[in-house]
Nanobody
Framework: VQLQASGGGLVQPGGSLRLACAAS????????IAWFRQAPGKEREWVSC????????YYAGSVKGRFTISRDNVGNTMYLQMDNLKPEDTGVYYC?????????????????WGQGTLVTVSS
């Protein structure tokens, strides 16, 4: 099982980035997916998740209305579209795949993790 995250970079406040996470050696569409992030000196926190059954998406209050999680089951890839980025969105973003089909905000529900991609929001 492998998850390869990409798409991070430096962006100005108000800008956009699209993170991608390609899965290999297993089928993504049967499992819940999530994005977490870790700011410098802080614990890893949940950002967004999506179940596999009905595709319901959930967002942390700090990103709701600005971020969109999605999945491409054909391409076996998950995405996080980030718009209107703020300096407080800076951090390493991690994709994660659960052992279960139901979405969860809890780190321990996710068995597989990508390597992380750095997002820096700064002018």
């Amino acid at each position: 099982v492998q998850l390869q995250a990409s798409g991070g970079g430096l962006v100005q406040p108000g800008g956009s980035l699209r993170l991608a996470c390609a899965a290999s050696k297993f089928t993504l569409d049967y499992y819940a997916i999530a994005w977490f992030r870790q700011a410098p000196g802080k614990e890893r926190e949940w950002v967004s998740c999506m179940g596999s059954s009905d595709g319901s998406a959930y967002y942390a209050g700090s990103v709701k209305g600005r971020f969109t999680i999605s999945r491409d089951n054909v391409g076996n890839t998950m995405y996080l579209q980030m718009d209107n980025l703020k300096p407080e969105d800076t951090g390493v973003y991690y994709c994660a795949v659960s052992r279960y089909s139901q979405a969860s905000t809890v780190k321990s529900a996710y068995a597989y993790w990508g390597q992380g991609t750095l997002v820096t929001v700064s002018s």
